[in-house]
Structure formats: C-alpha cells, structure tokens
C-alpha cells in the first residue's frame, strides 16, 4: 500500500507525554494545572507531533482491539538472525519464479516486468509492481530480498516492499533494522493487521529470507468467507507468524476485508519507490486435500 504520506515518520521517540498527563493531573495541586495545560498547548504547536512513534491513534480497531496501524502497540522483541547465507536451493518440485537471470515470470504495468536486473538480483525501479504471470493458491513460497544500503528514509519510507499473495495480501518486506515504524507495519508484518511475533531483521544490505506458507481463503457459493486465508512466516530462520488467519485483503487505515476471488492468483511484489533487491524466488504449489481411503473391507 502507499502508506508513506499521513503521519509524522521522523523524529521518533518514546512518546510518554499521554501517560503523565493521565498520571499526573488528580494528584496536582489545582494552580499547576493550568500551567501544565499551558505547556502541553505550546508543545503541541510547536514540536509534540513529530516526537510521537510513528503510527496512528484516529485509525478503526481490528479485531483484537488494537487499532490499524496503532502507533502505541508494542513493537516485536529483537532477535538476532543467524547470518545470512548463500542462496536456498529450491526443491525438485518447486517453480522457480526468479532465478537471477530473467523477468519472464513476471509482468508489470501493462507489459513486461521492467525492474532492474543486476548482478542476479533484480532491484525496485520504480516502473511498478511485478506479478506473477501464472497464478497460485495454496502455496509455499521462498523469497530472498535486501534492503537498500546506503539507508534512506524512515519508518514506511525505508526499504519498503512486500508480497502480495492474489495480488492482495501483503506480507511486508521493510527495512526494520533499528527503523522503528508502527508494529503493524514493519518487515514480516500482515500489514495492518498483524505484527510479527519477533523483528527478526538483518541489516540492510544483507539478504534476508522469507518461508511462506499460505493457505488461501475458502468462499461459499453466497460469496461469503468460509475459511479465512491462513500464513505462517519464518523470517531468516524465525518463525514470526504462525498460522494466523488474515482479516482479509490488506488496506492502509482500514480494516482489511476479504472480496471473492477465485481459487488462484498472481503473487505481487511491490514498487513503494524504495530499489529493494529480490532474488531466487520459487513457489510450491500445495495439494492440501490428501487421497480418501478405501473403502473399509468387510
Ligand atoms: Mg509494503
């Protein structure tokens, strides 16, 4: 999503300014308060929004009661990955969707895909999102990706990305190496949704690693979601999600909800302006209903 605009990225610090104001004032003597109201009205003028985390406070409340984007939800513990390593090999069965050489899996704006390929890797440029040609469901789905170095921008504005499984649910791809941004919204994320359980990010410039296994939502006949999309993530190694159920497909200051679709659909990777390199993308395509047995014998 573009997510850049709208709220105050820079200058982040701890915000406890709400805290002690609610804290604070049954217990002062009554001639402090109109002079602390007086400070917090000239802060507030002059300086007090930028000093707030980034993320939101007038934004709807998701389901488990934080809300979109939340600026005061906690951000995931830090946990140092393992070190980045040589590219995953893809399995025997597995579609190789990027295999550093060619875009041809891939389609943009009307036409071919028109990132960047260099060096085996093909690089955001600004020309758009890229999807899959072919179409997918239920899937597992590896992805190596690094953000850009030298660093550039904050928050939702540094290496920012994503994959969008059917073209509409965003596992975040961001640069969130000491880049605070709201929970909701950083590298492993379900954007607007779900943070995940741990930041798990290396530096940027290194290459990271995302496992992905998505399971897609089911509708009724009526249209209506019967099973919601289900991801788990492993992020360098980490799992950060679990299973998780999706609201629905990902939206910026609003609550995801999910519109029919069909069994399959287009992976997208996303251009938010930022040349955040991919390689070595491949896909497995999952047959979840297993074989029914046999008839019992008599
Ligand atoms: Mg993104």
Redesign the pocket.
């Known amino acids: 999503?573009n997510?850049a605009a709208g709220f105050s990225a820079g200058h982040w610090q701890p915000a406890t300014h709400h805290a002690i104001v609610a804290t604070r004032e049954p217990t002062m003597p009554t001639p402090v308060l109109p002079i602390v109201a007086a400070l917090l009205t000239a802060a507030t003028a002059v300086s007090y929004l930028p000093q707030d985390p980034p993320g939101y406070r007038d934004t709807p409340r998701l389901p488990d009661g934080w809300r979109v984007h939340d600026a005061d939800r906690p951000r995931p513990p830090v946990v140092t990955p393992p070190p980045a390593g040589e590219p995953v090999p893809a399995p025997s069965d597995a579609i190789v969707l990027f295999d550093g050489k060619s875009l041809a899996a891939f389609r943009g704006n009307g036409g071919a895909a028109k990132w960047t390929l260099q060096d085996g890797a093909m690089i955001v440029n600004g020309t758009g999102d890229i999807e899959t040609v072919a179409e997918f469901g239920d899937c597992q789905l590896h992805v190596e990706w690094s953000a850009p170095s030298p660093t550039k921008g904050d928050s939702q504005g540094r290496g920012?990305?994503?994959v969008f499984f059917f073209g509409r649910y965003?596992i975040?791809?961001?640069d969130s190496f000491e880049n605070p941004t709201y929970a909701d919204g950083q590298a492993a994320a379900l954007?607007g949704q779900k943070p995940p359980l741990v930041n798990a990010s290396r530096k940027p410039g290194e290459w990271q690693t995302y496992d992905i296994y998505f399971r897609a939502p089911r509708f009724g006949a009526d249209g209506a979601v019967q099973q919601p999309a289900r991801v788990t993530v492993v992020h360098n190694g980490i799992v950060v999600q679990l299973d998780e159920a999706l609201l629905g497909a990902t939206a910026h200051r609003a609550v995801a909800k999910y519109e029919r679709h069909g069994d399959k659909g287009p992976i997208r990777l996303?251009d938010?302006g930022d040349p955040v390199r991919f390689r070595n993308l491949w896909v497995r395509p999952l047959q979840l209903e297993r074989p029914a047995a046999p008839p019992a014998a008599k």
Do not use: A, K, P, R
């Open positions: 999503m997510e920012n990305s994503g965003e975040q791809v961001l954007y996303q938010h």
